[in-house]
């Protein structure tokens, strides 16, 4: 598999390039007539969420202000990790047609070259255009098994270290030294310490040019902003639970001989930064973790900001 990071140069429209990444949010886009299909999707959207994976369809989004193809439709397919579609018939015409919506939503998937699940009811008839391509014929009492088997093996075949992971790591360490962060190094007790309060909740450990200030970075590009915005309010709760436990200790002297002003100091000027996929999700995760009072020491970096970064890099311009 090609491991370089996809990104969509030319607007299908002929709007400027749009740079989204393909597969870079962990959802599954979902291409239907509202008016056919509604029920089927809400097992399949009941069947991704149980995966962990959102469902994301045209019809749920508002986008006041922006290009309503580019931003319901088309950007949604480029990052989704995977897509569905159901072509089913459009009931009370004397000559049943598949929604003329979903015809151009399955183009943009087969176009932008998808993972692609096509369900179909028993008894309709596919268009001529696609009766070539494998689909998934269904009854109301066999859809659920047959969606279950099918995400499953799509979930397997499209997952996130199957594809540019390589890539971002690199992208993301180069991106780091730009902001003055390295890795830290887990090699002293103090340092463990400090990386074992964030590593269950899947964060690194960074710390700037100095050595002085660290901060947790959550590389969470495949997460959902909720999900981030939970593991942002758990981390704040274990810092400062954690900061309080060691000023009672200092104040009550349990452990005497030993200095801990320097512990509580890192805890109370650690940093929390992110990486998430849109500039969208990173206004949306940002918005939702102002009232943590963490100001300027929280970041949440897209990948488009991190890509400009990059860019001026290359041109010499950082």
């Not at 002085?212 to 639970?241: C, H, S």
């Not at 309080?244 to 001989?257: C, S, T």
């Not at 400009?308 to 290359?314: H, I, M, P, T, V």
Request: glycine content about 8%; aromatic content about 10%.
């Amino acid at each position: 598999m090609d491991n370089r990071l996809r990104r969509n140069e030319s607007c299908v429209v002929g709007m400027p390039r749009c740079d989204f990444v393909f597969a870079s949010t962990r959802s599954c886009f979902i291409g239907y007539g509202f008016n056919e299909s509604a029920l089927e999707v809400e097992i399949l959207k009941t069947i991704l969420e149980d995966r962990g994976i959102q469902g994301i369809e045209a019809g749920g989004r508002l986008s006041p202000g922006q290009n309503a193809f580019c931003a319901k439709i088309c950007s949604k397919i480029i990052t989704a990790q995977f897509c569905i579609v159901l072509i089913n018939s459009e009931g009370g015409a004397a000559t049943p047609v598949t929604n003329p919506n979903v015809h151009m939503e399955y183009g943009l998937m087969l176009g932008f070259n998808k993972y692609i699940i096509p369900f179909q009811r028993e008894g309709d008839t596919l268009p001529f255009n696609v009766a070539g391509l494998d689909t998934i014929k269904y009854s109301p009492m066999t859809l659920k098994a047959k969606a279950i088997t099918a995400i499953d093996q799509a979930i397997r075949e499209t997952r996130p270290e199957n594809t540019a992971a390589g890539v971002l790591d690199q992208q993301v360490g180069t991106f780091l030294l730009t902001q003055k962060a390295v890795f830290t190094p887990v090699d002293t007790p103090s340092n463990r310490w400090l990386y074992d309060l964030g590593s269950p909740l899947g964060f690194n450990l960074l710390h700037d040019f100095s050595g002085e200030k660290f901060t947790f970075f959550g590389n969470f590009a495949v997460l959902r902003p909720e999900a981030i915005v939970w593991r942002a309010k758990l981390i704040d709760q274990i810092i400062r639970e954690r900061r309080d436990a060691l000023v009672a200790r200092a104040n009550e002297r349990l452990l005497e001989g030993q200095d801990l002003e320097p512990f509580i100091r890192v805890l109370e000027d650690v940093r929390l930064w992110f990486r998430v996929t849109t500039d969208e999700d990173a206004q949306s995760v940002a918005g939702a973790l102002l009232s943590l009072g963490y100001e300027e020491r929280l970041r949440v970096f897209s990948l488009r900001t991190i890509e400009a970064e990059l860019q001026k890099l290359d041109e010499g311009s950082v």
